[in-house]
């Protein structure tokens, strides 16, 4: 079965830590996306992988990095993490030139 | 730049009556437009997408057609069920690979 998958589902961290999120797909998808769902706002994207070691900034980066060193594992870096990045985040994979996502079950992050 | 808006955040009604959420949306381009289902607790899920020929795309019982005078693509659904409750997203690609989301539109269908 296709798909794509994040781990954990559920962390709670304390302000000034660090917070790594791992997203795994199992489609040889070129492209992986890390994207903050966060309500009223819907989902905002946070960097774009396009392939192994090509990484791209989203619109709202800053606070975050990525990691992609096999093209089936994206991992999105929350070096200090600070309150205001609570949210739930979803990774996302395609194949190169389609914008059919296949969404992760999402991690919900609490930071205190 | 390119935005998507959805003006409803909240749409409430009853099993069996009709489902129109609102979609507009600005590109310079001729995107392609969709809108993306996340039921409670799970993964936004793909529902439908535009065409390039004007067919109007069509799954679940759902049905969108893209207007490109009107710059909208609204999401239609003939008779409401109570398992259609869930969020629902708008979103285009600006042929850029990067999917730009509306703010979403939560639909929940009452008994």
């Known amino acids: 079965d296709m798909k794509v998958t994040q781990m954990p589902r559920y962390l709670i961290k304390r302000m000034g830590e660090n917070v790594l999120l791992e997203c795994g797909q199992d489609m040889s998808h070129e492209t992986m996306y890390w994207y903050r769902q966060d309500p009223g706002l819907g989902l905002q994207l946070i960097y774009i992988?396009?392939?192994?070691?090509?990484?791209s900034e989203g619109d709202i980066p800053k606070g975050y990095r990525v990691s992609r060193k096999k093209r089936e594992h994206f991992s999105l870096i929350l070096d200090s993490a600070k309150t205001n990045q609570t949210s739930v985040y979803f990774c996302?994979?395609?194949?190169?030139?389609?914008?059919?996502?296949?969404f992760g079950s999402g991690t919900r992050l609490l930071v205190i | 730049g390119d935005s998507v808006t959805q003006t409803e955040g909240l749409v409430t009604l009853t099993e069996g009556l009709p489902v129109m959420l609102n979609c507009t949306y600005q590109?310079?381009?001729?995107?392609?437009l969709f809108w993306y289902v996340q039921h409670l607790n799970e993964a936004p899920k793909l529902l439908l997408k535009?065409?390039?020929?004007?067919k109007r795309p069509e799954h679940q019982g759902f049905h969108a057609t893209l207007h490109k005078s009107s710059s909208s693509f609204h999401l239609q659904k003939s008779s409401a069920q109570l398992s259609d409750s869930a969020l629902y997203y708008c979103?285009?690609?600006?042929?850029?690979?990067?999917?730009?989301f509306g703010t979403g539109t939560r639909l929940q269908v009452l008994p």
């Open positions: 979103a285009l690609d600006p042929n850029t690979n990067k999917v730009v």
């Open positions: 590109s310079t381009y001729s995107p392609f």
């Open positions: 992988s396009y392939d192994v070691d090509s990484n």
């Open positions: 535009s065409f390039t020929d004007n």
């Open positions: 996302a994979s395609s194949l190169v030139g389609n914008s059919d996502y296949t």
